[in-house]
Nanobody
């Protein structure tokens, strides 16, 4: 089965940077778009980024455009999320999963999220 392991989170001051990693297994990585979503207590999970399988076209939430960059390594089966100029509102638990082209707008229920990695941005 598909598995996702997120890492790289931590505590950072506003304006700082973090890079998250999403290690995947259990499926043909090269065939699927992979995305990141985040969640804060009491809120719905929010789509953050998505990168397509072949062309590697990225998609970002409006709130992170210009600050976040997603990329993928098809040898390591790993997706990254480089987060720059972090803001307190970026805080949350960050998750990754495949088929973000389908779940971006919430139309597909995803059950394969990993444990997530906590990002905390201090003011």
């Amino acid at each position: 089965e598909a598995q996702f392991v997120e890492s790289g989170g931590g505590l950072v001051q506003a304006g700082g940077s973090l890079t998250l990693s999403c290690a995947t297994s259990g499926f043909t990585f090269d065939d699927y778009a992979i995305g990141w979503a985040r969640q804060v207590p009491g809120n719905e999970r929010e789509s953050v980024s998505c990168i397509s399988a072949k062309v590697r076209d990225p998609r970002y939430a409006d709130s992170v455009k210009g600050r976040f960059t997603t990329s993928r390594d098809n040898v390591k089966n790993t997706v990254y999320l480089q987060m720059n100029n972090l803001k307190p509102e970026d805080s949350g638990v960050y998750y990754c999963a495949a088929e973000c082209n389908l779940w971006w707008d919430g139309s597909l229920r995803v059950t394969s999220w990993g444990q997530g990695t906590q990002v905390t941005v201090s003011s």
